[in-house]
């Protein structure tokens, strides 16, 4: 199994010392050029992955203590960061939350998040679904500009009688190095343990669904979850699950792994080589 930790202005500078001093040909070059290429898709696309896990962690969390507060309340108390206001306005039955990261920026679970993300639902308690709205302003995740209004359609109870989330899928992400790449898709997220507890510290949710990512060079990615994601809220990454990966030159699975709380997974290209990945 091969090794491979996604630093990858580090890992292409070695590449291109690699290709410079073994003498190879032009065509053995391009052929490396383009394998390190895909690796650079690769880790933005999970990098994409992790801003749409926190992005669903705050609005299902928000909308969770925002319906289970005082309905005359325009401000509420909600498991963040004290350098995060929350502001949720209730004009009859029409419900506005802004979560403010402030200019500088607030550390949410080890990420450093900047800017608004505004929510907002129309309440009512008889009805089985609620479709929340929430978009992006002025909107940083680790330094990279993330662009997005998406919705979320939120059942109240599924098929195995849990609370479920299909996400709607439209962002677009630019990196300090004025990389950029965008997303569309659905996500379902069903809401497996922890619900009603009162804290979001115990919650697990299963996520399934498919996406493309489009890069700026014409490139496409299309993923598929295979086995679904499980999401352990204290933990920086799915924890186990996979997903189908589909592009021009390689395909393959991503795998996260048995369980563990940890940032290793594995991609299986279709060949059958297996890479062994360190997360950031």
């Given at each position: 199994?091969?090794?491979?930790?996604?630093?990858?202005?580090t890992?292409m500078?070695?590449?291109?010392?690699?290709?410079?001093?073994?003498?190879c040909t032009?065509?053995?070059?391009?052929?490396?050029?383009?394998?390190?290429?895909?690796?650079?898709?690769?880790?933005?696309?999970?990098?994409?992955d992790?801003?749409?896990?926190?992005?669903g962690?705050?609005?299902v969390?928000?909308?969770?203590?925002?319906?289970s507060?005082?309905a005359?309340?325009?401000?509420?108390?909600n498991?963040?960061?004290?350098?995060?206001?929350?502001?949720?306005?209730v004009?009859?039955?029409?419900?506005?939350?802004?979560?403010?990261f402030?200019?500088?920026?607030?550390?949410?679970?080890?990420?450093?998040?900047?800017?608004?993300l505004?929510?907002?639902?129309?309440?009512?308690?008889?009805?089985?679904?609620?479709?929340?709205?929430?978009?992006?302003?002025?909107?940083?995740?680790?330094?990279?500009?993330?662009?997005?209004?998406?919705?979320?359609?939120?059942?109240?109870?599924?098929e195995h009688n849990?609370?479920?989330?299909?996400?709607?899928?439209?962002?677009?992400?630019?990196?300090?190095?004025?990389?950029?790449?965008s997303?569309s898709?659905?996500?379902?997220?069903?809401?497996?343990?922890?619900?009603?507890?009162?804290?979001?510290e115990d919650?697990?949710?299963?996520?399934?669904?498919?996406?493309?990512?489009?890069?700026?060079?014409g490139n496409?990615?299309?993923?598929?979850?295979?086995?679904?994601?499980?999401?352990?809220v204290?933990?920086?990454?799915?924890?186990?699950?996979?997903?189908?990966?589909?592009?021009?030159?390689?395909?393959?699975?991503?795998?996260f792994?048995?369980g563990?709380?940890?940032?290793?997974?594995?991609?299986?290209?279709?060949?059958?080589?297996?890479?062994?990945?360190?997360?950031?």
């Amino acid at each position: 199994m091969k090794n491979l930790r996604f630093y990858l202005n580090t890992s292409m500078a070695l590449l291109f010392i690699l290709i410079t001093a073994s003498g190879c040909t032009e065509d053995d070059a391009v052929v490396v050029n383009d394998q390190s290429q895909d690796m650079v898709e690769m880790s933005r696309a999970t990098e994409m992955d992790n801003i749409d896990m926190v992005l669903g962690d705050l609005v299902v969390n928000s909308f969770q203590q925002q319906e289970s507060s005082n309905a005359d309340r325009s401000v509420y108390n909600n498991q963040l960061p004290d350098c995060v206001t929350i502001t949720a306005v209730v004009a009859q039955n029409n419900v506005s939350v802004t979560l403010d990261f402030g200019d500088e920026g607030c550390l949410v679970n080890g990420n450093l998040i900047r800017g608004q993300l505004l929510m907002t639902y129309e309440r009512n308690p008889e009805m089985m679904q609620v479709l929340i709205t929430y978009n992006l302003v002025d909107f940083y995740f680790n330094a990279k500009n993330v662009i997005a209004t998406r919705t979320i359609l939120r059942e109240r109870f599924n098929e195995h009688n849990n609370p479920q989330f299909t996400h709607t899928l439209d962002m677009t992400v630019i990196w300090p190095t004025g990389a950029q790449a965008s997303r569309s898709g659905e996500k379902v997220r069903e809401w497996i343990e922890g619900f009603g507890s009162g804290t979001f510290e115990d919650n697990v949710f299963l996520i399934t669904g498919f996406w493309n990512t489009t890069f700026v060079n014409g490139n496409s990615h299309n993923y598929e979850v295979t086995l679904p994601l499980r999401r352990e809220v204290t933990c920086a990454h799915f924890v186990s699950g996979s997903f189908s990966v589909a592009r021009t030159n390689f395909g393959g699975v991503f795998d996260f792994g048995d369980g563990s709380c940890d940032n290793q997974a594995t991609f299986t290209f279709n060949n059958g080589e297996v890479v062994q990945i360190t997360l950031n």
